[in-house]
């Protein structure tokens, strides 16, 4: 497990809520939008680092991968921390 | 609709449990001006929006005030872990005890329960970003006191976080007021 890994890539989630926050009320700011992509591609490089590494970086029900419904584990996100199970308590 | 993340917006992890603390936090769950009260505000107010930029806003912030609420629920969640009786007493959590044990339920710190009074959903667009941006300073006032009577830096450290978040909701409410979209829906503001 990787706890500053997964903390980088948990910024990169924020960043690019928050630009896409400020898009919605400048939709024509080409530059916002050009950094927001730019945001999701370096997020999108560290997905690939960290899965490369540790396996799948589960975030939602859609990235359960194999034979088992892992969803359902433990902990869920208020238990502990950020709730990530990659993450150390 | 939604998907679910299973992660928090920003982590929460108190070391200590403390249940004086998790009754005056509890009100940004159920109370007037909580995170419950600003989601079912802008979920309900999106549908009646005349512009997409702002049916994308306010479902965009109403979500966000969903994983604020998640995270006032895991507060109060884990300032309640492993209480005694005597600690229950002495804190005076055992009046919401005896009725929701340490189960968390959506209420004021004055043990009202939620109510929908809390929001208004006007159906006029002026009127309802105005009742946004107002409820962005009413939350930030409400955080502000909870940081005037909280100690724990666990506890701190998420609070101010939700704080700076409704001070960025407000200037987003403010950048939406419609006079700024021309005539066929689009933004006028081209600025980059």
């Known amino acids: 497990m990787d706890k500053q890994l997964v903390r980088r890539i948990h910024a990169y989630d924020f960043a690019i809520l928050e630009m896409g926050l400020y898009l919605d009320t400048h939709p024509g700011d080409t530059c916002a939008l050009q950094k927001r992509q730019e945001l999701q591609a370096e997020r999108a490089a560290l997905v690939m680092e960290y899965e490369e590494k540790f396996g799948p970086y589960v975030v939602t029900d859609k990235d359960v991968r194999g034979d088992c419904w892992t969803w359902v584990n433990n902990p869920w996100p208020w238990e502990c921390d950020w709730g990530v199970k990659h993450v150390a308590v | ?192």
């Open chain 2, 1 to 192: 609709m939604w998907q679910y993340e299973k992660k928090l917006q920003y982590p929460v992890k108190i070391a200590n449990p403390n249940p004086k603390i998790a009754q005056i936090i509890i009100t940004q769950y159920g109370g007037p001006d909580g995170e419950l009260s600003a989601s079912m505000r802008y979920l309900s107010q999106r549908y009646s929006m005349p512009y997409g930029e702002l049916k994308g806003l306010l479902t965009d912030i109403g979500t966000e005030e969903l994983a604020h609420l998640e995270m006032i629920c895991a507060m109060v969640y884990q300032l309640t872990r492993n209480l005694t009786p005597e600690e229950i007493v002495k804190s005076g959590f055992d009046k919401y005890f005896v009725d929701h044990t340490t189960g968390v339920y959506p209420i004021a710190a004055s043990a009202v329960p939620w109510r929908a009074e809390y929001i208004g959903v006007k159906g006029d667009t002026i009127t309802d970003l105005h009742e946004d941006m107002a409820a962005e300073q009413k939350a930030r006032s409400t955080y502000d006191n909870l940081l005037r009577l909280i100690d724990d830096p666990d506890v701190r450290d998420p609070l101010k976080f939700l704080r700076e978040r409704e001070v960025v909701h407000y200037q987003r409410f403010g950048e939406a007021q419609p006079t700024k979209w021309n005539d066929k829906g689009g933004a006028a503001d081209k600025t980059a």
